[in-house]
Nanobody
Framework: QVQVVESGGGSVRAGGSLRLSCAAS????????MAWYRQAPGKQRELVAH???????DYADSVKGRFTISRDTAKNSVYLAMNNLKPEDTAAYYC?????????????????WGQGTQVTVSS
C-alpha cells in the first residue's frame, strides 16, 4: 500500500506565491507519474500539472507560466511552485501518484491520492 501526503496549502492575496509538497511512502515498485489536481467548490476535479518519470512535465493552460512542477525521485516527492496566484486558483489541491506493478495479472497501474490541501487566494 502507498500513502500520499500533501502539505503547503494556505491563504494568500492575489499575486502571491505558495509551494505545495507531496510525498509518497510505503511499498513502491515504480512510480510512473506524479501529478497535481485541484477541485474548486461545485466544479469537477481538474489536472493542474503532471510529470512522468520518463517524460516532460505538462501543465493546464490556465497555469502555464505561473506554476512549476518538480520531482525529487530519491524522496518519492513532487512539488508545485505557484506564483502570481489568482482568485480563480482557489481550490483543494490533490496529489496523485501512479505506480506500475508487475504481478500475476501482468503490468498494472495503480493510482494513489492524497487527502488534499486547501489553497485560498483573495483579491
Amino acid at each position: 500500500q502507498v500513502q500520499v501526503v500533501e502539505s503547503g496549502g494556505g491563504s494568500v492575496r492575489a499575486g502571491g506565491s505558495l509551494r505545495l509538497s507531496c510525498a509518497a511512502s510505503g511499498v513502491i515498485f515504480r512510480i510512473k507519474t506524479m501529478a497535481w489536481y485541484r477541485q474548486a467548490p461545485g466544479k469537477q476535479r481538474e489536472l493542474v500539472a503532471h510529470v512522468p518519470t520518463d517524460g516532460n512535465a505538462d501543465y493546464a493552460d490556465s497555469v502555464k507560466g505561473r506554476f512549476t512542477i518538480s520531482r525529487d525521485t530519491a524522496k518519492n516527492s513532487v512539488y508545485l511552485a505557484m506564483n502570481n496566484l489568482k482568485p480563480e486558483d482557489t481550490a483543494a489541491y490533490y496529489c496523485k501518484v501512479t505506480t506500475t506493478e508487475v504481478g500475476m495479472q501482468g503490468i498494472i497501474d495503480y493510482d494513489y491520492w492524497g487527502q488534499g490541501t486547501q489553497v485560498t487566494v483573495s483579491s
